[in-house]
């Protein structure tokens, strides 16, 4: 079944390897050195690198329309196939990853309700806290009208964590009809 897996930094070799994935997200700060994993191929690794804000802020790098666009484009080309895994990280697996995994999901099954989407992902992740930010952007890309918004206002704020819990997003398989 396609996937997305949702990580810190820290647990992206060890998901890589776990789950046998195809495809790396990395929205992380810029100077964040991020070492892909050898049986991932350079076209395969999307590397953003985006501060964890919400409003621009000195020295900080603002998520913009080009970044969340390069986003859904790098997920719809594995979306294409979804063949194996996409790993989604950033630094703690909290905030960025968690939108970008949410965003994925609704642009990849726009039959689902986003407020599916978004409760699926409180109960897997307790620390999950999407990205209000990127979500806003990806909404008015995707021309969500406010739906995808809501329902990451409707779960609210994660539970305080260094570390987010991971977790895994199945999505249905592509129709071939």
Do not use: Q, Y
Not at 64 to 89: C, D, M, T, Y
Not at 137 to 143: P, V
Request: some cysteine; glycine content about 8%; aromatic content about 4%.
């Amino acid at each position: 079944m396609p996937s997305i897996h949702v990580c810190s930094l820290a647990l992206l070799p060890e998901t890589v390897r776990r789950t046998g994935a195809s495809h790396i997200a990395s929205l992380i700060n810029s100077a964040t050195p991020v070492e892909r994993p050898a049986d991932i191929s350079p076209e395969r690794h999307l590397f953003l690198g985006v501060s964890d804000i919400t409003a621009a802020l000195d020295g900080h790098v603002l998520a913009g329309e080009s970044h969340v666009a390069e986003l859904l484009a790098f997920i719809e080309g594995w979306g294409r196939k979804r063949e194996k895994p996409i790993v989604i990280h950033c630094w703690a697996g909290v905030s960025r990853s968690t939108a970008a995994a949410f965003i994925g999901a609704c642009m990849l099954a726009p039959e689902t309700p986003e407020e599916m989407w978004a409760r699926l992902i409180r109960e897997l992740s307790p620390t999950a806290t999407p990205n209000p930010h990127l979500v806003e952007l990806a909404d008015r890309l995707l021309g969500r009208r406010g739906r995808m918004v809501k329902a990451i206002a409707a779960i609210g704020r994660g539970a305080e964590a260094f570390t987010g819990v991971p977790f895994r997003l199945d999505l249905p398989p592509i129709s071939r009809g």
